[in-house]
């Protein structure tokens, strides 16, 4: 009897699953892997294979490939409570970088969209799912204290490596624009853009430069003294 293997992978997947139509059920299912169901998870990048055998030990063999998955980064800012019982916490996320667009998100509060406002202090996850069926879970937490009275940033580290995104975490006292301009020893404009801060901690990734060497980073805001902050690439 003829079989036919269903297969569902989304590209960038973790996990393949499909169902079998054909032959003389029950079937049973041998992957590369040791796995013996017809779903298996938490893959690895590589050739994964699957033989399925039916109830009159006819065989089917079936052959999947699991690409490798681009590294994701999310710009968001998350903006503190006033008291332990206060509902004006907030957490925006503006871009999802490495990740294929349109995006739909969901909280567990069940709200929907980019923004969860009118929040209590506590822990949040958002789920996201991208345009080609991927999904991605991100923790958020929501303080109570109050926001910072200047501008400030911190890097995650002053060593970085080069071509590769990293992240700076901007503390602002209140929500405005700010721009973000880096530069090299030479004082020479090398990239920039604008935020949207909130009031409260923002974290934003950048790419650091191609090339080894000391760099300069200027965040002007429209109110309040300049931030700087030097990395060096390696």
Known sequence: MEQRIYSSIP????????????????????WSNGAITPWIGQLAEGIYSVTVTDQRNCTREETFTIEARQ???LNYSVSPASGPFANDGEVVIRDLIGSPG??????????????????TPGIYEVNIKDAEGCTY??????PFENA?????????????PAGLFAPITIESPEAQT????????????????VIEVTRGTTTQYFQTP?????????????TGSICSLRFQVR
């Open 11 to 30: 590209l960038w997947a973790s996990e393949i699953s499909f169902k079998v139509s054909g032959g003389t059920a029950p079937y049973r299912y041998e």
């Open 71 to 73: 590294d994701i980064y």
């Open 102 to 119: 349109p995006q739909t998100y969901e909280w567990n509060s069940g709200l929907k969209g980019t923004r969860l406002s009118r929040a």
């Open 137 to 142: 879970k991100f923790q958020f937490n929501i």
């Open 148 to 160: 910072p009275a200047a501008l400030t940033a911190k890097l995650s580290k002053e060593l970085l």
């Open 178 to 193: 700010i721009h973000f301009k880096v530069y090299n020893d030479r004082s020479r404009l090398l990239s920039q853009q």
């Open 210 to 222: 191609s090339q080894a060497g000391s760099y300069l980073i200027q965040i002007l805001p429209d």
